[in-house]
């Protein structure tokens, strides 16, 4: 089992920036893909990044690459989603995610992370 927690999020005007947090407990010892998720009101769940145990390999969704960047510390058991250049389409809940099947090749599919955060709101004001 791994719990997720996730903190950072807030209101922000566009062009600001947030740092969202995620904090691991539980089966913290074991190598595992960690991804950052987005729901908006009315909208599926979509995929924002990932990283691999490593950090060696990273993956951003295209409307965010450039703008977003995903890191992790696995001396504390955290993965971060600095968050920049904000526009009002990246209101969102944000969802931190583990993927225990594999340490490396991020999915993007949402079946495809066992385990998930509550979610922090993020929102972003034109």
């Known amino acids: 089992q791994v719990q997720l927690v996730e903190s950072g999020g807030g209101l922000v005007q566009a062009g600001g920036s947030l740092r969202l947090s995620c904090a691991a407990s539980?089966?913290?010892?074991?190598?595992?893909?960690m991804g950052w998720f987005r729901q908006a009101p009315g909208k599926e769940r979509e995929f924002v990044a990932a990283i691999s145990w490593s950090g060696g390999s990273i993956y951003y969704a295209d409307s965010v690459k450039g703008r977003f960047t995903i890191s992790r510390d696995n001396a504390k058991n955290s993965v971060y989603l600095q968050m920049n250049s904000l526009k009002s389409e990246d209101t969102a809940v944000y969802y931190c995610?583990?993927?225990?099947?594999?340490?490396?090749?991020?999915?993007?599919?949402?079946?495809?992370?066992?385990?998930w955060g509550q979610g922090t709101q993020v929102t972003v004001s034109s």
């Open positions: 539980g089966r913290t010892s074991s190598t595992y893909v």
């Open positions: 995610a583990a993927d225990t099947s594999r340490s490396s090749l991020a999915s993007r599919r949402v079946s495809a992370y066992e385990y």
